[in-house]
C-alpha cells in the first residue's frame, strides 16, 4: 500500500477496502489530482463489502463493490456539478450526501462520525474554492525605454514651410522689377526697329508745328505764300496745337504784309 493512503486508516477506516480502492485509483486519477479524504461504511451486522467515498480536488468518486467484491463500479461527480453538501449523524453512523446541478442526491450512509464530519468538511472547502473568482494576474506593462523615445524624436520628419515665397527668397533666387511702360511712344523712339514693334499698325507720323518765321523772312514771301502760311496756322489752330491768342498774333502779323 503507497504511503500517501496510510492516512486514512487512523479514522475506523477497514484496512482491506482502502486496499481494494487504492489499487484501483492508481488508474482512475487524472493529471494534478490528488486524494483529499477516503470513507468507508461500517455496517452494524455485515460489513464484508462496503460502499467507499473518494474525494479528490476534482471531484467526488463513489465505489461500489459487486460479484462478491471481485469488481467495483466508479461514479465520479465534478466539484463544478455539485449544488451543496449535507451530513446527518444517527445512531448507527452517520449519512453523507450532496447535490448537483441537475437536483440529483446522492448518498452513502453508515459512515463513521468522525469520518462524515472530516467528508463535510473536505466538501464545503472544495465548494468555497469554486465561488471564490479567478482572477487573472494583472499584465505588465513595461515601461517606455527613454532612448527608444528618443529615437522617434529624431526620425520625426521636419515640418513643411508656411510660406512659399521665403523658401524661394533662400534658394538664391533674385526677384526681378518689372518696369510697366504706359507710353508706347517711347519704345518707338528707344530704337526698336519696325520688325520689333509689338503693334502691326504703324503709328502716325507726329504733326511738325510749324512755328512762326522770323519778321524779315516774311517780307520775302509772295502773298500767295502769305495766304497759304495763315491757312497752315488755321490748321494748326483747328488740331488744337497752337493757342487762340497765338494764332490771333500769327494771323495778325501776316496780315501786315498783304
Known sequence: MKEQFKKFLNEEQDPKAIEKITTKLNDLLMKNEEVGYIGVQKRP?????????????????????????????????????????????????????????????????????????????????????????????????????????????????????LNINDDIADDGVEEVETEEVTNFAEIINSGLQPSQSYYTEKPEPPVAEEKPAAKGGLAELSKEELFEKLQNYKKLLDNGLILQGEYDTFKKEILSYL
Request: glycine share 2%; with cysteine; net charge negative.
Open 45 to 161: 451486522a455485515i460489513n464484508v463489502f462496503p460502499d467507499s467515498i473518494v474525494l479528490t480536488n476534482k471531484r467526488i468518486i463513489m465505489c461500489k463493490p459487486k460479484n462478491l467484491g471481485l469488481s467495483m463500479d466508479f461514479t465520479d461527480y465534478p466539484w463544478s456539478l455539485i449544488s451543496g453538501a449535507f451530513v446527518k449523524e444517527n445512531i448507527l453512523g452517520s449519512e453523507f450526501s450532496f447535490t448537483t446541478n441537475t437536483d440529483i442526491t446522492v448518498s452513502i450512509e453508515y459512515i463513521p462520525k468522525i469520518q462524515a464530519r472530516k467528508i463535510y468538511t473536505f466538501a464545503k472547502e472544495q465548494l468555497e474554492l469554486l465561488k471564490e473568482p479567478q482572477t487573472p494576474p494583472a499584465a505588465v506593462i513595461p515601461e517606455p525605454v527613454k532612448a527608444v523615445e528618443e529615437d522617434r524624436e529624431l526620425q520625426k520628419p521636419d515640418p513643411l514651410p
